[in-house]
C-alpha cells in the first residue's frame, strides 16, 4: 500500500527512511540477536544507543555542556507540573505567558504550586497572535519565565526568543523542536514531548542547565525530580528504550541532512507555499496574525464551514487524511512537520485551488 500524507498535529509522521531502517532492524539490531525492544536498558547495546542519541541531539542543537539532557516519560504535560515543581525554588511566583491551550494548561497545573503570574494574554482575539514583549508584564523576582514558543492548536509561533534578564525561560518547545535552530543558551530549560516532530509518543525530553537543579518542592515525588534523572543517566527507571532508539534514528537523518539550518530552509519552503494558496484565496483564510504563522501546524478556514465535511472527504480521496481542525478553532489544521514533504504540502494546495474552483 501506499503511504499516505499524514497532516496529524501528533502523533505525527515519521520520516519513511527511519521507519524502513527501524523495519530492517526490528526482529535483529545489527546482528545481536534481538529487537531493541527485547534489550535489557542496562545492557551495553541499549546504553551505546542511548548515549549515541544524547550526543547526536547535542550536537544538532549544539546544547552547551552545562546543560543536561533528559529522556523522560510522561508527556509534555508532565513538565506543567515538573518545572514548578523543580524551578521555582523558593520562590513565591513564576511568570506565565499565555498565548493558547497548551499555555493555559501548563498555567491551570503550575497554579497548583505557587503564584502564576500571566505576563500578556492572547486570549481577547481567540489566541490569534503573541503579545509582543513591550506588551508583557515581567516580575523581576519571578522564579522563571515560561512561554509556549509554538501553540499546536493555534498555529502559533513565536520567532523571537523573549529577553529575561537573569530570569531563567523556560519553553515548552513540543511542536516545533528540530524544526529550525535555537540558542539552547539563551534558556534555563525547554521541553518537549516526542510525537510531534522527534519520534514515536512516550518520550519526553527535558534540557535543564545544571545550575537549575537541586532545589526541588519538598514532597516531589521521586519520578518527578530532575536531580534524580540527571544522577541517574536517565535510567533511575527503565526508559522508553523503543522510543529513544526510534529519535536517535531520527537525530542521525537530520544531521546527515543538514541539521537545523536545512530543516529551516525546508520547512520555510513547505509553509510558504501553503501560506501563499491561503493569501491568494478568497475562499480559504488563515486566522492567524502574520509575524506568529506557525511554519508547523497551520490552521486555515473555509468560507463556508457547511463545506468542511466535503472538503475533508476530497483529500482523503486524494491520499491526505488527519486534516480536521480542533474543535476550539474549528475549519482546517495542517501539521507540516520536518517529516512531511513538500510534495505532501503541494498536493493540498492543489487540492484546495480545484476545491476553490468548484465552490467558491
Ligand atoms: C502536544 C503538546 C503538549 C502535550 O503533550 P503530551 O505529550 O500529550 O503531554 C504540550 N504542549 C504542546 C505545545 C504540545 O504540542
Known amino acids: 500500500m501506499e503511504r499516505i500524507f499524514n497532516f496529524s498535529a501528533g502523533p505525527a509522521t515519521l520520516p519513511l527512511e527511519v521507519l524502513e531502517l527501524a523495519r530492517d532492524e526490528l526482529v535483529n539490531w545489527r546482528g545481536c540477536g534481538m529487537s531493541v525492544m527485547e534489550m535489557s536498558h542496562r545492557g551495553k547495546e541499549y546504553m551505546s544507543i542511548q548515549a549515541e ?17 533528559l529522556f523522560l516519560q510522561g508527556g509534555a504535560s508532565s513538565q506543567f507540573a515538573m518545572v514548578p515543581m523543580n524551578l521555582l525554588r523558593g520562590k513565591a511566583s513564576a511568570d ?32 490569534s497572535y503573541a ?10 523576582n519571578a522564579a522563571y519565565v515560561h512561554y509556549t514558543s509554538n501553540e499546536t492548536i493555534g498555529g502559533v509561533e513565536i520567532f523571537w526568543t ?17 524544526s529550525r535552530p535555537i540558542d539552547v543558551a539563551k534558556y534555563g530549560l525547554i521541553y518537549f514531548g516526542a510525537q510531534k516532530n522527534v519520534g514515536p509518543a512516550g518520550l519526553t525530553i527535558v534540557i535543564v542547565r545544571d545550575d537549575l537543579l537541586g532545589q526541588t518542592v519538598k514532597g516531589t515525588p521521586t519520578m518527578f525530580d530532575y536531580t534524580i534523572h540527571v544522577d ?39 509553509a510558504q507555499l501553503l501560506y501563499d494558496a491561503l493569501d491568494a484565496s478568497s475562499f480559504f483564510a488563515s486566522p492567524v496574525a502574520r509575524e506568529n504563522r506557525s511554519l508547523m501546524n497551520i490552521p486555515f478556514t473555509l468560507k463556508d464551514a457547511a463545506l468542511d465535511d466535503e472538503f475533508l472527504k476530497a483529500a482523503k480521496a486524494r491520499g491526505m487524511v ?39
Do not use: C
Not at 54 to 63: F, H, W
Not at 112 to 117: A, D, E, L, S, T
Not at 330 to 351: E, F, H
Open 53 to 69: 542519541a544524547e550526543a547526536d541531539l547535542r550536537e544538532l542543537m549544539g546544547i552547551p555542556a552545562n546543560y543536561k539532557v
Open 131 to 140: 503579545p509582543t514583549q513591550d506588551a508583557w508584564t515581567l516580575d523581576s
Open 162 to 178: 523573549p529577553k529575561t534578564g537573569d530570569v531563567p525561560l523556560v519553553a515548552d518547545m513540543s511542536s516545533h523542536i528540530l
Open 232 to 270: 541517574n543517566d536517565s535510567m533511575y527507571n527503565t526508559p522508553p528504550t523503543y522510543a529513544i532508539y526510534i529519535a536517535g534514528l531520527v537525530f542521525k537523518m537530520l544531521k546527515a541532512k543538514g541539521g537545523l539550518a536545512a530543516m529551516e530552509i525546508a520547512n520555510r519552503a513547505k
Open 96 to 127: 506565565y505567558l499565555n498565548t493558547g491551550e497548551w499555555s493555559k494548561k501548563a498555567i491551570k497545573e503550575a497554579k497548583k504550586y505557587g503564584q502564576v503570574n500571566v505576563v500578556a494574554s492572547s486570549e481577547d482575539k481567540n489566541f
Open 322 to 360: 488527519q486534516l480536521k481542525g480542533h474543535r476550539s478553532v474549528g475549519g482546517m489544521r495542517a501539521s507540516i512537520y520536518n517529516a512531511m514533504p513538500i510534495t505532501g504540502v503541494q498536493t493540498l494546495v492543489d487540492l484546495m485551488k480545484d476545491f476553490e474552483k468548484q465552490h467558491g
